[in-house]
């Protein structure tokens, strides 16, 4: 992964920039030396024709151009309908899903947990390095070090 070869990523959302979507951006920007492309986009609204098939095609399309798929808990609660839709289209096209607890003292629905390759608290670093290892098999080599005085 490098500048020049972003990981593509697809944020699970309900055609809205909720408060959760907008969370996990901000925990994956900070992440350093973490380049990644963003495939979906809450902001567009494909309603031509039947508003509910554009919608359904839009996902579809931009899940063929991603490698992950990242979903939190609090949008798949908001937003099922479309969270689920978005979720079952990934898993059909054996792409990894990345599951986000919730942000607070809440329990995971347990469909999205068993849809999941990997579920994650909300650390940027937990987020990004599942993203890696499911998106292009990349393991960190990172650790944590725990210093004690004596």
Known sequence: MSEQDPIRLYAVHGWTRDEDYARLFEFIQSAENFYYRAVSDPDSHPDQGDGVAARRTAIGE???EAECV???AG?????NDWARYT???ARALDLPVVAVEHFG????DPRLKGYASEVVGWD???IVDAVRRQARHEDTTRFDTIEFDL
Do not use: Y
């Open 62 to 64: 931009a899940l063929k």
């Open 124 to 126: 940027s670093r937990s």
């Open 87 to 89: 979720i079952e289209s």
């Open 70 to 72: 990242v979903c939190a």
């Open 105 to 108: 003292p809440k329990n995971m």
């Open 75 to 79: 949008t798949w609660e908001r937003f």
